[in-house]
Protein backbone atom coordinates (compact mmCIF):
# COMPACT_ATOMS: atom_id res chain seq x y z
CA UNK A 1 0.00 0.00 0.00
CA UNK A 2 1.66 3.51 -1.31
CA UNK A 3 1.73 6.81 1.26
CA UNK A 4 0.97 8.41 -2.40
CA UNK A 5 -2.46 6.79 -4.58
CA UNK A 6 -2.04 6.80 -8.40
CA UNK A 7 -4.25 4.93 -10.63
CA UNK A 8 -3.18 1.86 -11.68
CA UNK A 9 -3.49 2.59 -15.53
CA UNK A 10 -4.77 5.42 -17.81
CA UNK A 11 -5.21 5.19 -21.50
CA UNK A 12 -5.75 7.93 -24.49
CA UNK A 13 -5.23 7.96 -28.34
CA UNK A 14 -2.27 9.45 -29.83
CA UNK A 15 -2.38 13.08 -30.11
CA UNK A 16 -4.83 13.04 -26.92
CA UNK A 17 -4.19 14.45 -23.64
CA UNK A 18 -3.94 13.09 -20.40
CA UNK A 19 -4.30 13.50 -16.75
CA UNK A 20 -2.44 11.44 -13.81
CA UNK A 21 -3.45 12.35 -10.34
CA UNK A 22 -1.68 11.65 -7.46
CA UNK A 23 -3.27 11.90 -4.08
CA UNK A 24 -1.50 12.25 -0.53
CA UNK A 25 -1.75 14.26 2.89
CA UNK A 26 -0.86 16.85 4.92
CA UNK A 27 2.58 15.49 5.84
CA UNK A 28 3.39 14.51 2.57
CA UNK A 29 2.16 16.31 -0.61
CA UNK A 30 0.55 19.10 1.56
CA UNK A 31 4.22 20.48 2.93
CA UNK A 32 6.14 19.62 0.20
CA UNK A 33 6.97 19.72 -3.88
CA UNK A 34 6.24 16.94 -5.95
CA UNK A 35 8.34 15.18 -8.54
CA UNK A 36 7.29 12.71 -10.98
CA UNK A 37 9.12 10.25 -12.72
CA UNK A 38 8.38 8.67 -16.24
CA UNK A 39 10.04 4.91 -16.34
CA UNK A 40 10.07 3.62 -20.16
CA UNK A 41 10.07 -0.28 -20.01
CA UNK A 42 13.80 -1.94 -19.31
CA UNK A 43 14.97 0.86 -18.25
CA UNK A 44 15.81 3.36 -15.17
CA UNK A 45 13.28 6.07 -14.48
CA UNK A 46 13.98 9.66 -15.80
CA UNK A 47 12.70 13.00 -13.75
CA UNK A 48 10.06 14.52 -15.79
CA UNK A 49 8.86 17.31 -12.99
CA UNK A 50 10.27 18.82 -9.88
CA UNK A 51 8.90 21.18 -7.63
CA UNK A 52 5.43 20.39 -8.42
CA UNK A 53 5.44 21.84 -12.16
CA UNK A 54 9.39 22.69 -13.03
CA UNK A 55 10.61 20.78 -16.26
CA UNK A 56 14.53 19.94 -16.11
CA UNK A 57 16.33 20.70 -19.38
CA UNK A 58 15.43 18.16 -22.51
CA UNK A 59 11.77 17.31 -20.84
CA UNK A 60 9.33 18.77 -23.07
CA UNK A 61 7.26 20.99 -22.66
CA UNK A 62 4.07 18.76 -23.63
CA UNK A 63 4.81 17.42 -20.20
CA UNK A 64 3.27 19.64 -17.35
CA UNK A 65 2.41 19.54 -13.25
CA UNK A 66 0.53 20.86 -10.83
CA UNK A 67 -0.97 20.66 -7.16
CA UNK A 68 -3.63 21.92 -5.70
CA UNK A 69 -3.56 21.12 -1.54
CA UNK A 70 -2.59 17.10 -0.84
CA UNK A 71 -3.11 16.13 -4.69
CA UNK A 72 -0.88 16.84 -7.56
CA UNK A 73 -1.85 16.23 -11.47
CA UNK A 74 0.85 15.24 -14.16
CA UNK A 75 -0.65 16.52 -17.50
CA UNK A 76 0.54 15.04 -20.95
CA UNK A 77 -0.70 16.61 -24.65
CA UNK A 78 -0.11 15.44 -27.68
CA UNK A 79 -0.09 12.02 -26.31
CA UNK A 80 2.98 9.62 -28.17
CA UNK A 81 3.45 6.01 -28.56
CA UNK A 82 6.60 7.15 -27.32
CA UNK A 83 5.33 8.13 -24.14
CA UNK A 84 3.70 4.31 -23.30
CA UNK A 85 5.57 4.26 -19.65
CA UNK A 86 4.97 3.66 -16.04
CA UNK A 87 4.60 7.01 -14.47
CA UNK A 88 5.30 7.89 -10.67
CA UNK A 89 4.42 10.85 -8.20
CA UNK A 90 7.03 11.01 -5.82
CA UNK A 91 8.21 13.39 -2.62
CA UNK A 92 9.13 13.89 0.80
CA UNK A 93 7.12 12.85 4.39
CA UNK A 94 7.84 15.12 6.74
CA UNK A 95 6.41 12.91 9.77
CA UNK A 96 7.68 9.51 8.54
CA UNK A 97 11.00 11.17 7.33
CA UNK A 98 10.84 8.99 4.35
CA UNK A 99 10.63 9.73 0.49
CA UNK A 100 7.42 8.20 -0.50
CA UNK A 101 6.15 6.98 -4.06
CA UNK A 102 2.92 6.79 -5.72
CA UNK A 103 2.13 3.07 -6.74
CA UNK A 104 2.66 4.19 -10.63
CA UNK A 105 0.62 4.63 -13.49
CA UNK A 106 0.64 2.94 -16.25
CA UNK A 107 -0.25 4.64 -19.44
CA UNK A 108 -1.39 2.96 -22.25
CA UNK A 109 -1.64 5.15 -25.74
CA UNK A 110 -3.95 3.25 -28.48
CA UNK B 1 28.05 14.15 -18.14
CA UNK B 2 26.71 12.91 -14.44
CA UNK B 3 27.33 9.03 -14.01
CA UNK B 4 26.08 6.78 -11.75
CA UNK B 5 27.69 3.10 -11.66
CA UNK B 6 25.73 0.95 -9.49
CA UNK B 7 27.84 -3.03 -8.97
CA UNK B 8 28.06 -5.13 -6.06
CA UNK B 9 24.55 -6.95 -7.24
CA UNK B 10 24.27 -10.58 -7.08
CA UNK B 11 22.55 -13.86 -5.98
CA UNK B 12 22.88 -14.21 -2.36
CA UNK B 13 20.92 -16.57 -0.24
CA UNK B 14 18.34 -15.75 2.97
CA UNK B 15 19.98 -14.43 5.98
CA UNK B 16 23.28 -13.33 3.89
CA UNK B 17 24.66 -10.22 2.71
CA UNK B 18 26.06 -7.41 0.38
CA UNK B 19 27.62 -4.49 -0.52
CA UNK B 20 26.10 -2.31 -3.45
CA UNK B 21 28.43 0.63 -4.61
CA UNK B 22 27.73 3.11 -6.74
CA UNK B 23 30.50 5.46 -8.43
CA UNK B 24 29.62 9.19 -9.07
CA UNK B 25 31.46 11.34 -11.93
CA UNK B 26 30.57 14.54 -13.76
CA UNK B 27 29.29 16.82 -10.72
CA UNK B 28 30.56 17.96 -7.20
CA UNK B 29 29.47 14.71 -5.17
CA UNK B 30 30.02 16.12 -2.11
CA UNK B 31 27.67 18.73 -2.95
CA UNK B 32 25.19 15.85 -3.72
CA UNK B 33 22.26 14.45 -1.02
CA UNK B 34 22.03 10.65 -2.32
CA UNK B 35 19.44 8.18 -2.29
CA UNK B 36 19.05 4.62 -2.90
CA UNK B 37 15.93 3.31 -4.40
CA UNK B 38 14.69 -0.15 -5.08
CA UNK B 39 12.23 -2.03 -7.79
CA UNK B 40 11.06 -5.69 -7.21
CA UNK B 41 10.35 -7.09 -10.07
CA UNK B 42 7.14 -6.27 -11.99
CA UNK B 43 6.53 -3.85 -8.90
CA UNK B 44 6.99 0.10 -8.63
CA UNK B 45 9.37 2.10 -6.98
CA UNK B 46 10.22 2.14 -3.37
CA UNK B 47 13.03 3.96 -1.70
CA UNK B 48 15.28 2.39 0.85
CA UNK B 49 17.56 5.35 2.23
CA UNK B 50 19.17 8.65 1.47
CA UNK B 51 22.31 10.33 2.83
CA UNK B 52 22.69 14.10 3.51
CA UNK B 53 26.03 15.86 1.81
CA UNK B 54 28.20 14.74 4.72
CA UNK B 55 27.00 11.77 6.35
CA UNK B 56 25.88 13.23 9.35
CA UNK B 57 22.11 12.81 8.14
CA UNK B 58 20.63 9.13 7.51
CA UNK B 59 17.17 8.25 7.00
CA UNK B 60 15.62 4.56 5.81
CA UNK B 61 12.55 3.03 5.00
CA UNK B 62 10.94 0.87 7.62
CA UNK B 63 11.26 -2.16 5.65
CA UNK B 64 15.47 -2.00 5.70
CA UNK B 65 16.09 -0.40 8.96
CA UNK B 66 18.44 -2.09 11.21
CA UNK B 67 19.09 -4.57 8.19
CA UNK B 68 20.61 -1.98 5.71
CA UNK B 69 23.22 0.63 6.38
CA UNK B 70 24.12 3.16 4.17
CA UNK B 71 27.00 4.88 3.99
CA UNK B 72 29.49 7.50 1.53
CA UNK B 73 32.86 8.09 1.07
CA UNK B 74 33.11 12.06 -1.00
CA UNK B 75 37.02 11.33 -1.77
CA UNK B 76 36.22 8.66 -3.57
CA UNK B 77 32.93 9.85 -4.98
CA UNK B 78 31.64 6.78 -3.86
CA UNK B 79 28.09 5.88 -2.10
CA UNK B 80 27.55 2.54 -0.58
CA UNK B 81 24.72 -0.13 1.06
CA UNK B 82 25.90 -2.39 3.30
CA UNK B 83 22.81 -4.73 3.38
CA UNK B 84 22.47 -7.58 6.15
CA UNK B 85 20.15 -10.58 7.01
CA UNK B 86 18.72 -10.42 3.13
CA UNK B 87 15.38 -11.59 2.86
CA UNK B 88 13.22 -12.98 -0.28
CA UNK B 89 11.37 -9.45 -0.23
CA UNK B 90 14.85 -7.45 -1.07
CA UNK B 91 15.00 -9.28 -4.27
CA UNK B 92 14.84 -5.91 -6.58
CA UNK B 93 17.00 -3.79 -8.75
CA UNK B 94 18.35 -1.20 -6.52
CA UNK B 95 19.67 2.07 -7.79
CA UNK B 96 21.35 4.90 -6.75
CA UNK B 97 19.70 8.20 -7.17
CA UNK B 98 20.98 11.71 -7.39
CA UNK B 99 19.10 14.57 -5.52
CA UNK B 100 18.43 18.09 -7.06
CA UNK B 101 19.36 18.95 -3.13
CA UNK B 102 18.66 22.99 -3.22
CA UNK B 103 14.93 21.83 -4.49
CA UNK B 104 12.61 20.31 -1.25
CA UNK B 105 10.94 17.65 -1.75
CA UNK B 106 13.80 15.45 -2.61
CA UNK B 107 13.73 15.52 -6.37
CA UNK B 108 16.12 13.06 -7.83
CA UNK B 109 17.64 14.29 -11.36
CA UNK B 110 20.09 11.50 -12.25
CA UNK B 111 19.39 7.76 -11.37
CA UNK B 112 22.12 4.96 -12.59
CA UNK B 113 21.31 1.75 -14.56
CA UNK B 114 20.53 -0.35 -11.62
CA UNK B 115 22.10 -3.61 -9.83
CA UNK B 116 20.03 -7.00 -9.31
CA UNK B 117 19.95 -8.12 -6.23
CA UNK B 118 18.60 -12.15 -5.80
CA UNK B 119 17.88 -13.43 -2.16
CA UNK B 120 17.09 -16.82 -3.11
Known amino acids: QSVLTQPPSVSAAPGQKVSIPCSGS????????VSWYQQLPGTAPQLLIY???QRPSGIPDRFSGSKSGTSATLGITGLQTGDEADYYC???????????FGGGTKLTVL | EVQLVESGGGLVQPGGSLRLSCAASGFTFSSEEMNWVRQAPGKGLEWVAH????????YYADSVKGRFTISRDNAKNSLYLQMNSLRAEDTAIYYC??????????????WGQGTLVTVS
Open chain 2, 97 to 110: AKEITVIAGAPMDH
Open chain 2, 51 to 58: ISTSGNTI
Open chain 1, 51 to 53: DNN
Open chain 1, 90 to 100: ATWDIYLNNLV
Open chain 1, 26 to 33: SSNIGSKP
